[in-house]
């Protein structure tokens, strides 16, 4: 199922402002997309109305609603570094707008606070990359707790 097939049938529900299917490296469908509906309340009447149907043999849409998460944590960098390292190293690799430090249990811990969830993303996967930098125990995720 590509885009050609799924933007329809969603359009059928409201109107659709943005449609992303995630795609693999080779080009193919990962199995997930987002979408932004005009109206927020489209996006849950999608669930109510298109959630498990079959749209192909094999194949059945499973919804959800998306967080639009754009916080990131970092932690269990090697000791050694002191915070102005760590934030001048963070800064050298992303762009986030904001910059938080605390200490959880003992050990320092980063929220790194971007201005879009594709932001994030994006400095999720180079800061995930290039972990080793921070120590080999330092530690990066998605901030599951923050506040919408």
């Avoid at 298109?50 to 919804?63: F, G």
């Avoid at 800064?91 to 320092?108: A, H, Q, T």
């Avoid at 080793?132 to 923050?146: C, I």
Wanted: proline share 4%.
């Amino acid at each position: 199922m590509y885009e050609d097939n799924l933007i329809p049938l969603f359009e059928t529900v409201g109107i659709v402002l943005q449609f992303r299917l995630m795609m693999n490296h080779s080009g193919r469908n990962r199995g997930f997309a987002y979408i932004i509906y005009l109206d927020p309340n489209d996006g849950h009447r999608a669930i109510g109305n298109l959630n498990n149907i079959l749209v192909s043999s094999w194949c059945r849409l499973q919804l959800c609603i998306s967080k639009n998460t754009r916080t990131l944590w970092l932690d269990n960098v090697m000791d050694g570094l002191d915070v102005s390292d760590v934030v001048n190293l963070i800064l050298d690799k992303v762009d986030p707008k904001e910059i938080c430090y605390y200490m959880r249990r003992g050990r320092p811990c980063y929220l790194l606070h971007f201005s879009s969830h594709r932001e994030a993303a994006l400095s999720r996967k180079v800061l995930l990359r290039e972990l080793m930098d921070f120590g080999p125990s330092a530690r990066g995720n998605w901030d599951l707790y923050e506040s919408p």
